[in-house]
């Protein structure tokens, strides 16, 4: 019973829920990026080019023959995961450096200024403790 109480101490706590959070939050941002980066980006990046589609751009190893498919390395898929996965790293990177940024302004601040009240009795403690 010991392990099953453990299990649900770790599932309770709030680091497993924000990373569940997280994950979920990471796939709808996948999401988006495979669309900006399929839809917004490789257009013009293909008109530039010629008009070529990179999803399309593929190395044929085998003609079909009969029910069985052809066999391509698909290098424009490839090159369209490269530019999402790119998209994405820099994206975390520029969220990070924010996130840093704010904890640096954070740390840097001074602590505020104790109250007129607390800082009279700071002086009469010293002036008492002279005596």
Do not use: C, H
Not at 28 to 49: E, H, N, Y
Request: proline share 6%.
């Amino acid at each position: 019973m010991g392990i099953l109480k453990e299990f649900q101490e770790f599932a309770v706590k709030g680091n497993v829920l924000d990373m569940a959070v997280g994950i979920i939050i990471g796939g709808a941002f996948g999401t988006i990026v495979k669309s900006l980066v399929d839809d917004v980006v490789m257009p013009p990046i293909g008109m530039l080019l010629g008009g070529v589609d990179f999803s399309n751009l593929s190395w044929q190893l085998k003609a079909a023959a009969g029910d069985a498919p052809a066999v391509a390395i698909k290098y424009g898929v490839f090159i369209n995961n490269v530019i999402s996965f790119l998209v994405v790293a820099w994206a975390v990177f520029m969220l990070v450096k924010a996130m840093n940024s704010f904890k640096k302004k954070q740390e840097a601040a001074p602590p505020p200024a104790p109250p007129a009240q607390e800082v009279l009795l700071k002086e009469i403690r010293d002036l008492l403790a002279k005596r």
